[in-house]
């Protein structure tokens, strides 16, 4: 595939394929090396985030919501569930972010098997529009960090 210069693609990115391939100019000390980057790992190291509204309770998570920003929308008391790595293989390094958008305090808790790390044990969204992530650091194992509480 050809280069494709920055300045053709359009401001959202919306022409950028995970098989393009852009060339990178380094300059210096009298020479030129000239590099290049993909579109996917672009994709990849921005983990493009679009946003998933639950509506329907108590929730699993899944890989569709992996790297996407999570809308709990319950007017009572909900818990979504983080399930072991046998039943929904993220990857490591996979975020979610949550938010409570509505009354109904929302919970996060830790399927069989899995480890789930935040400060002082919590597990609670703080408050409506409270926002807080996910962040898988190993096979089994999650922190959860943001506006929570116990």
Do not use: C
Request: aromatic share 6%; no cysteine.
């Amino acid at each position: 595939m050809a280069d494709i210069k920055i300045s053709a693609l359009t401001a959202k990115g919306a022409n950028l394929a995970t098989t393009d391939r852009l060339a990178i100019a380094e300059v210096g000390g009298g020479s030129f090396n000239s590099k290049h980057i993909t579109g996917s790992e672009i994709i990849d190291g921005v983990k493009l985030t679009t946003t998933r509204s639950v509506t329907s309770f108590p929730k699993t998570l899944s890989l569709a919501d992996a790297n996407k920003f999570i809308k709990l929308d319950d007017s009572s008391a909900n818990v979504t569930t983080i399930p072991p790595n046998s039943s929904v293989a993220f990857a490591t390094g996979t975020r979610i972010e949550i938010t409570q958008s509505n009354s109904g305090q929302s919970q996060i808790v830790a399927g069989s098997g899995v480890t789930l790390r935040a400060a002082g044990g919590a597990s609670k969204l703080s408050a409506q529009y409270a926002t807080a992530t996910l962040l898988k650091v190993a096979t089994d194992e999650w922190y959860l960090f943001g506006s929570i509480t116990t």
